[in-house]
């Protein structure tokens, strides 16, 4: 009779260890159903494609001559100019910021293709000096949209950090998608 109670004792044991095992796997399919499921909410993530976009468009070369002889100057050296001075202008008369901004501009909504009826509703860029680790002492430099963000499923976003070459902090170009 003992060993009869031993052995149903060891089989209770066992069909409890398992219960208990089902129990904590649901709970957590259950909580992690939850978080992924719920439509109310819209999901903003850095995207590696975004990141990839802002580091290849820093390569670009621009229309913008800054100094004699005719030298181009990309993206990047442009950012970097528009840091030192925003009032700079380039051999052709447009100011740096103006240039920077019309490329940029161009490159993210021919890549993107930005409209109400397509996949990405809306974007926003934004370049700004990162001086201290404070985010209220961030200057902006540029910042532009096209779009609205109001009907957004998801959003992503990526960004870009050139070391600044006055030595000062860093400069920050981060874009977010709006996702229909």
Same mark, same amino acid.
């Given at each position: 009779?003992?060993?009869?109670?031993?052995?149903? !004792?060891?089989?209770?044991?066992?069909?409890? $260890?398992?219960?208990?095992?089902?129990?904590?796997?649901?709970?957590?399919?259950?909580?992690? &159903?939850?978080?992924? *499921?719920?439509?109310?909410? !819209?999901?903003?993530?850095?995207? *590696?494609?975004?990141?990839?976009?802002?580091?290849?468009?820093?390569?670009?070369?621009?229309?913008?001559?800054?100094?004699?002889?005719?030298?181009? +100057?990309?993206?990047?050296?442009?950012? &970097?100019? /528009?840091? =030192?001075?925003?009032?700079?202008? %380039?051999?052709?008369?447009?100011?740096? +910021?103006?240039?920077?901004?019309?490329? &940029?501009?161009?490159?993210?909504?021919?890549?993107?293709?930005?409209?109400?009826?397509?996949?990405?509703?809306?974007?926003?860029?934004?370049?700004?000096?990162?001086?201290?680790?404070?985010?209220?002492?961030?200057?902006?430099?540029?910042?532009?949209?096209?779009?609205?963000?109001?009907? %957004? =499923?998801?959003?992503? #976003? #990526?960004?870009?950090?050139?070391?600044?070459?006055? $030595?000062? #902090?860093? /400069?920050? *170009?981060?874009?977010?998608? %709006?996702?229909?």
């Amino acid at each position: 009779m003992s060993k009869n109670n031993t052995i149903k !004792t060891k089989a209770q044991h066992e069909i409890m $260890g398992f219960v208990l095992i089902v129990l904590l796997v649901s709970i957590i399919i259950i909580i992690f &159903l939850s978080l992924s *499921i719920n439509p109310n909410r !819209t999901l903003q993530e850095d995207n *590696i494609e975004v990141s990839n976009l802002l580091q290849a468009s820093m390569y670009v070369t621009t229309d913008c001559e800054i100094s004699w002889p005719m030298y181009y +100057e990309d993206m990047q050296a442009l950012i &970097l100019e /528009v840091t =030192k001075n925003k009032d700079n202008e %380039c051999l052709n008369g447009e100011t740096v +910021e103006k240039s920077l901004e019309k490329y &940029l501009r161009s490159l993210i909504e021919d890549t993107l293709k930005i409209g109400d009826n397509l996949p990405n509703k809306a974007y926003t860029l934004k370049i700004y000096e990162r001086l201290t680790k404070d985010p209220k002492d961030d200057n902006v430099l540029i910042q532009f949209e096209k779009g609205s963000f109001s009907d %957004c =499923k998801s959003k992503t #976003g #990526g960004r870009h950090i050139i070391d600044n070459n006055r $030595g000062l #902090g860093k /400069v920050v *170009i981060e874009l977010m998608v %709006c996702k229909g």
